[in-house]
T-cell receptor, first 115, second 112 residues
Framework: DGGITQSPKYLFRKEGQNVTLSCEQN?????MYWYRQDPGQGLRLIYY???????QKGDIAEGYSVSREKKESFPLTVTSAQKNPTAFYLC??????????????FGEGSRLTVL | AQSVTQPDIHITVSEGASLELRCNYS??????LFWYVQSPGQGLQLLLK??????LVQGIKGFEAEFKRSQSSFNLRKPSVHWSDAAEYFC??????????FGDGTTLTVKP
């Protein structure tokens, strides 16, 4: 079945360590997105990529980095510069085709806890 | 800039009662509007969407929503709530290019 796979589902790290969250999709979608979710704050856009080898900052990009070397993959690195990294991270994809109706397709999320 | 407001942080309804979740948006053009549902620790699932045509849209699980341009609203409704509907609900406004802005969510609790 086609879908978006995020891993790991749970991740614990010490302060000062970089961590990388994986996002893989087999939907052949062009665009991919990373959102951060905190209680009571909805989803906030971190980074997005509409084509391979290109990506743009979202609303809260500071302390994060991404790469898009393959269409299927959009990993997110949470760096030590991120002041409050504990959160639930959601990856989504979007088919950049005519006639699309704008909805995003989400993975199951990764919960990062920094100790 | 586009924005979405969900005025109700938490709603509690009895099983079998009707439900309405409110959503107001701000967007400069004709909006793409969505309602998503999220169970604890899970990703978001699309309930329904509006992008043109009939202003009353039907979705999965018996949900419907009505787009009212004059009120900049896109409220979600269900005539009879089931215990399995307990979850968090997000309203979102999207661009044709795929970027979406989400409201802060409404948590629904269903009383037996």
């Amino acid at each position: 079945d086609g879908g978006i796979t995020q891993s790991p589902k749970y991740l614990f790290r010490k302060e000062g360590q970089n961590v990388t969250l994986s996002c893989e999709q087999n939907l052949n979608h062009d665009a991919m997105y990373w959102y951060r979710q905190d209680p009571g704050q909805g989803l906030r856009l971190i980074y997005y990529s509409q084509i391979v080898n290109d990506f743009q900052k979202g609303d809260i990009a500071e302390g994060y980095s991404v790469s898009r070397e393959k269409k299927e993959s959009f990993p997110l690195t949470v760096t030590s510069a991120q002041k409050n990294p504990t959160a639930f991270y959601l990856c989504a994809s979007f088919p950049w085709t005519s006639g699309n109706t704008g909805e995003l397709f989400f993975g199951e999320g990764s919960r990062l806890t920094v100790l | 800039a586009q924005s979405v407001t969900q005025p109700d942080i938490h709603i509690t309804v009895s099983e079998g009662a009707s439900l309405e979740l409110r959503c107001n948006y701000s967007y400069g053009a004709t909006p793409y509007l969505f309602w998503y549902v999220q169970s604890p620790g899970q990703g978001l699932q699309l309930l329904l969407k509006y992008f043109s045509g009939d202003t009353l849209v039907q979705g999965i699980k018996g949900f419907e929503a009505e787009f009212k341009r004059s009120q900049s609203s896109f409220n979600l409704r269900k005539p009879s709530v089931h215990w399995s509907d307990a979850a968090e609900y997000f309203c979102a406004v999207g661009e044709p290019a795929g970027k979406s802005t989400f409201g802060d969510g409404t948590t629904l609790t269903v009383k037996p």
